[in-house]
């Protein structure tokens, strides 16, 4: 089954500590991308990256970071310097050309809340 | 003004009604247009995009972008209690470039 997996489902986080959430897609998709949505609002962009090794930040980066070492895999970091992290992460991923190049496709998402 | 903007809703509908969303966006440059459906506590699943002016139609689900008065509208024929969920729109400016999403329309259908 193709798709794009986001572990953990739920996560709780502490004042003042890092957490990492996952993101993996077998889609051989280019593109990856971080939204963080809160109750009752649209996703907000926060990275995205185009190609291995490389990524930009979105509209509400700061206190997230990302890494895009291996094709299938983007995590997200939430720092403690995010002062208010409690929402919902989704990741995305498209291809990059072509027919259907920004069309996203949406893994599951993660549910953090911060304790 | 907000990028892309929508109703917040509810929009209640009576099963077997049609009904109607509308979504308006801010750049004249936008180019492709899509709308996504969310359940309550789930991701958002593609159901349509559309990149020219007209109408286009998958099952009962039509999309409608008029670029000149910056609208994409959404009509849910034939609308079924499954059918309830937020609804976003969301715009991209070109193939590659990053979506803008509006903060959704909420769809109640009543049996």
């Known amino acids: 089954d193709g798709g794009i997996t986001q572990s953990p489902k739920y996560l709780f986080r502490k004042e003042g500590q890092n957490v990492t959430l996952s993101c993996e897609q077998n889609?051989?998709?280019?593109?990856m991308y971080w939204y963080r949505q809160d109750p009752g609002q649209g996703l907000r962009l926060i990275y995205y990256?185009?190609?291995?090794?490389?990524?930009q930040k979105g509209d509400i980066a700061e206190g997230y970071s990302v890494s895009r070492e291996k094709k299938e895999s983007f995590p997200l970091t939430v720092t403690s310097a995010q002062k208010n992290p409690t929402a919902f992460y989704l990741c995305?991923?498209?291809?990059?050309?072509?027919?259907?190049?920004?069309?996203?496709?949406f893994g599951p998402g993660t549910r953090l809340t911060v304790l | 003004q907000k990028e892309v903007e929508q109703n917040s809703g509810p929009l209640s509908v009576p099963e077997g009604a049609i009904a109607s969303l509308n979504c308006t966006y801010s750049?004249?440059?936008?180019?492709?247009f899509f709308w996504y459906r969310q359940y309550s506590g789930k991701s958002p699943e593609l159901i349509m995009s559309?990149?020219?002016?007209g109408d286009k139609e998958d099952g009962r689900f039509t999309a409608q972008l008029n670029k000149a008065s910056q609208y994409v509208s959404l009509l849910i024929r034939d609308s079924q209690p499954s059918d309830s969920a937020t609804y976003l729109c969301?715009?991209?400016?070109?193939?590659?470039?990053?979506?803008?999403f509006g903060g959704g329309t909420r769809v109640l259908v009543k049996p």
């Open positions: 995305a991923s498209s291809i990059k050309v072509g027919i259907g190049a920004d069309t996203q496709y």
């Open positions: 889609l051989n998709h280019d593109a």
């Open positions: 990256s185009q190609i291995v090794n490389d990524f």
């Open positions: 750049d004249r440059v936008s180019q492709s």
């Open positions: 559309i990149y020219s002016n």
């Open positions: 969301a715009v991209t400016k070109a193939a590659g470039n990053k979506l803008t």
